[in-house]
T-cell receptor
Framework: NAGVTQTPKFQVLKTGQSMTLQCAQDMNHNSMYWYRQDPGMGLRLIYYSASEGTTDKGEVPNGYNVSRLNKREFSLRLESAAPSQTSVYFC??????????????FGEGSWLTVV | QKEVEQNSGPLSVPEGAIASLNCTYSDRVSQSFFWYRQYSGKSPELIMSIYSNGDKEDGRFTAQLNKASQYVSLLIRDSQPSDSATYLCAVPTSGTYKYIFGTGTRLKVLA
């Protein structure tokens, strides 16, 4: 059982380049999330998707775009990478959303460095 | 005030002692609370969830919830060096699909 799968695991970008982080879950979950984690800042929500076809901004959406391609896949795009976007990115999923009290499951993370 | 607050630590305890980790939250109507453990370079993994006031025990872990005071704590009995990690408190925001995380408490168990 793969759970939540993220690609790539590591990436180095130059300032101004674009890239897409891919995420897929095989648990038939409705809700999916993108978080970034920085030292001393904890996990901060970038975007989330409550269900297929919907996306909403989290705490730190600037500089990012997302696509909920289908129920399984939720991608995060950096259009013009900046050094401030150097971080560890985690994709996560949840059966039915936070309001139901279900836990969320994380992917293994993607380490992104922007130089 | 942050929505979910934790002391960043590090909290150092000797092997075999009880480690006590605390978390406060601001949303009075929050109904469920989660503790995650995160080893360095790894993703967070769920260790405990709690929904009702009082204590919930699972092996060496006990979660305690006090909704009136808006805090949730995690006790780790008989701490082991393998418990050394960062512990994250997570609180779903009421009426939304968002989970808010604290910044985490780094625990060091000294052999």
């Amino acid at each position: 059982n793969a759970g939540v799968t993220q690609t790539p695991k590591f990436q180095v970008l130059k300032t101004g380049q674009s890239m897409t982080l891919q995420c897929a879950q095989d648990m038939n979950h409705n809700s999916m999330y993108w978080y970034r984690q920085d030292p001393g800042m904890g996990l901060r929500l970038i975007y989330y998707s409550a269900s297929e076809g919907t996306t909403d901004k989290g705490e730190v959406p600037n500089g990012y775009n997302v696509s909920r391609l289908n129920k399984r896949e939720f991608s995060l795009r950096l259009e013009s990478a900046a050094p401030s976007q150097t971080s560890v990115y985690f994709c996560a999923s949840n059966p039915t959303g936070a309001y139901s009290g279900n836990t969320i499951y994380f992917g293994e993370g993607s380490w992104l460095t922007v130089v | 005030q942050k929505e979910v607050e934790q002391n960043s630590g590090p909290l150092s305890v000797p092997e075999g002692a009880i480690a006590s980790l605390n978390c406060t939250y601001s949303d009075r109507v929050s109904q469920s609370f989660f503790w995650y453990r995160q080893y360095s370079g790894k993703s967070p993994e769920l260790i405990m969830s709690i929904y009702s006031n009082g204590d919930k025990e699972d092996g060496r872990f006990t979660a305690q919830l006090n909704k009136a005071s808006q805090y949730v704590s995690l006790l780790i009995r008989d701490s082991q060096p393998s418990d050394s990690a960062t512990y994250l408190c997570a609180v779903p925001t009421s009426g939304t699909y968002k989970y808010i995380f604290g910044t985490g408490t780094r625990l060091k168990v000294l052999a």
